[in-house]
């Protein structure tokens, strides 16, 4: 498929947003994974949910090699928020795979192509692969004075801990969501909805409420409220960050401010309409 931005698509950040959803491999629902939704989530907590999130995900659902090396990322990160992060030689050659085998794909192809076009990426894929190594695995202290303990790709794909307040920090994808549950580390406790409408389970993205289990000591941290898409494979979600993170921000129209976050929206064609979705910039 093309991958070439088009001109509109560079004028226009969140029509680009789409364009690389568009072009980004996805799940079938009912098919390779189902939902169980249940019950709406509300903010004095509660588990409104007696029955796990997932359904079912199938054998083969997660075997394609993005995910494959996805998944071989996961355990690579401490969960508590101000320990200190050590990336191994392993765990790096880990990362450089995922690049590798992510950067072939068409909607990160067509994320290079239009930075490159917008002049904040550089032309080289060698080049940009660093780029990409120092947005998403480059470790960074949570706190100031603090160690580094913390990556973009460890809060937004792995989850993080902070103990003291009892939180869930990050953990916005669902392969993530799926294998803690799995695991029986994590409780789904119901969508969340501003309107309270209860969302279809074939819908693309769900705002959820949940608790997660720390295996090590068994403390249990609470998330109020996290937003993920649903069925997408790793490469949309670090696509479509990435697209946000270079060219989004407060100098870029399509960039709004949403509750004190510079966001940036985009529309999920589905059914008949679409779905808005907001990224983080």
């Known amino acids: 498929e093309e991958v070439m931005p088009t001109a509109e698509e560079l004028g226009d950040l969140s029509l ?10 996805k799940l079938e629902p009912g098919v390779d994974y189902a939902l169980d939704i ?7 907590g509660g588990d409104h949910a007696r029955r796990p999130l997932f359904k079912f995900v199938a054998d083969d659902a997660l075997a394609s090699p993005t995910i494959a090396a996805f998944l071989q990322l996961l355990d690579n990160y401490e969960r508590e928020v101000g320990k200190k ?16 085998l992510i950067m072939e794909t068409d909607c990160m192809r067509y994320v290079h192509k239009y930075c490159v076009a917008k002049r904040v990426a550089p032309a080289s894929k060698t080049k940009f692969k660093a780029l ?33 307040k009892g939180e869930v920090v990050g953990l916005h994808n669902w392969i993530q969501l799926y294998l803690q549950e799995k695991l029986g580390l994590l409780d789904y406790f119901g969508y ?31 998330k109020p409220t996290t937003t993920s898409l649903i069925g997408t494979y790793p490469e949309v979600e670090v696509a479509l960050a990435t697209l946000a993170a270079l060219v989004g921000g407060k100098h870029n129209p399509a960039t709004k401010v949403d509750r004190g ?7 999920i064609p589905y059914g008949d309409g679409a779905i808005d979705v907001h990224i983080n910039c």
Do not use: N
């Open 261 to 267: 976050k510079e966001v940036t929206p985009f529309a």
């Open 192 to 222: 969340v909805a501003y309107d309270k409408q209860r969302p279809a389970e074939d819908q693309p993205v769900l705002s959820l409420q949940f608790v997660w289990q720390d295996a090590d000591d068994g403390s249990i941290d609470k």
């Open 38 to 44: 249940q019950g709406y989530a509300t903010r004095r």
């Open 85 to 100: 992060e050590r990336a191994t030689s392993a765990e790096k050659a880990e990362e450089s795979r995922f690049l590798d």
């Open 132 to 164: 990409l190594g120092s947005l998403w695995f480059q470790l960074y202290a949570s706190k100031r004075g603090g160690p580094p303990d913390s990556s973009g790709f460890e809060h937004v794909f792995v989850g993080e801990e902070r103990a003291d």
């Open 16 to 25: 680009g947003l789409a364009a690389v959803y568009r072009l980004g491999r």
